[in-house]
């Protein structure tokens, strides 16, 4: 199975590339653009997967949220991303740009992991690209722990993945004190 798995990715990979070669792919098929606002330094998990998506897929614009402001707004204005992603502060800065006028960009999605999406972020953000941003709940340990529905606004976990459970200090069950993910 693994060996036809490898033959199929290939065979993909190579039709993508004909597709491209002659054209064929552009307007049908083109790399989604994806931009990621978040700390794109260090050994995090989110910057270890953001830089390993597949190129023949999407087209990456890693954004430092330490750098200055004026050349994040710069490069993301070149960029028109498709894709937004990275920290809910991250995107809640872009927002407040874009509602500024020092943006101006029109992306399709916007998912928001590493910190909180607080109520003011999710409205900053509608307001700004008219679109319902995607909490995620992730970590270095786990990716992607859980996530939120688009109709409830609630993060829900991966249950069939992860065993999630709220423990004591001694790891015996208990109603609150800390939550185990095994």
């Not at 990456?60 to 750098?67: A, K, R, V």
């Not at 953000?125 to 270095?140: H, Q």
């Amino acid at each position: 199975v693994a060996r036809e798995a490898g033959i199929a990715g290939v065979w993909t990979h190579a039709k993508a590339l004909a597709l491209r070669a002659t054209g064929m792919g552009h307007p049908l098929w083109r790399r989604k653009r994806v931009a990621f606002i978040a700390a794109t330094e260090g050994h995090f998990a989110s910057v270890a997967t953001f830089y390993n998506l597949p190129s023949v897929l999407f087209k990456l614009l890693p954004l430092s949220i330490s750098n200055p402001i004026e050349g994040i707004c710069a490069q993301i204005n070149r960029f028109q991303p498709d894709v937004i992603t990275g920290y809910a502060s991250g995107l809640n800065l872009l927002a407040e740009e874009q509602l500024a006028g020092h943006i101006e960009i029109a992306p399709k999605e916007a998912y928001c992991t590493g910190d909180p999406l607080t109520t003011t972020f999710r409205q900053r953000i509608e307001k700004a690209f008219g679109l319902n941003p995607v909490n995620m709940y992730r970590s270095s340990e786990t990716m992607t722990l859980a996530c939120e529905c688009r109709t409830q606004h609630r993060l829900h976990p991966f249950n069939d993945w992860f065993s999630v459970q709220v423990v004591d200090k001694n790891l015996a069950p208990a109603n609150s004190d800390r939550v185990v993910v095994a």
